[in-house]
């Protein structure tokens, strides 16, 4: 296995999945700084990293750009097709690809990666169809859960932690 992609849903993974308002309208998120160093590790090490997310969100767009993450797409209802564009975009197959997703609009791109995982609090319905369920929960640490899993079975161990000695 060689996975040279990881590609991310937002709400469900990066996040708890709540979105919170102000009284003003403005949207609220966290996100997890633990899943901010893994995929920062997994890019210096030479790995890409997509988000796919299918909600519109300055709050998001700010955390893709603050992660260095080089594919962002928001708004998307077809997270294939724009999947198909960027391992096209990058010349890989689905051999090379990693995803992470927690709902239905999810599925699509679980079931083509070479590799698949969701949080433990995923729908049924993607648990039962992904190769890894993770024990983390969306928003606490799935996402780097992910990331080690894939580091530790592509022998990358000894890199990823140089970066941090």
């Known amino acids: 296995m060689s996975i040279k992609l990881i590609v991310l849903d937002v709400d469900g993974t990066m996040t708890d999945g ?3 308002y102000t009284s ?3 949207e609220i998120k966290s996100f997890s700084v633990k899943d901010g160093l893994g995929i920062d590790s997994w890019i210096k090490l030479g790995k890409e990293v997509a988000i796919i997310t299918g909600r519109v969100s300055p709050i998001i767009a700010r955390r893709a750009k603050e ?4 594919h962002f797409y928001e708004g998307i ?12 975009e990058l010349d890989l197959s689905w051999e090379n690809v990693a995803a992470i997703g ?8 679980l079931e083509l990666a070479k590799i698949s995982f969701a949080p433990s609090d995923a729908s049924l319905h993607i648990i039962s169809r992904v190769s890894h369920v993770l024990t983390a929960k969306g928003g606490s640490g799935a996402v780097r859960e992910m990331i080690e ?9 000894s890199e990823y932690l140089a970066q941090w000695e």
Not at 102 to 109: E, F, G, I, P, T
């Open 18 to 20: 709540r979105i919170s």
């Open 77 to 88: 209802k077809d997270k294939k097709t724009v999947l198909l564009n960027i391992l096209k």
């Open 149 to 157: 899993y894939l580091i530790a079975h592509e022998g990358l161990s």
């Open 24 to 26: 003003s309208g403005d």
């Open 67 to 70: 992660l260095g993450i080089g």
């Open 102 to 109: 927690d709902d239905l609009n999810d599925l699509s791109m």
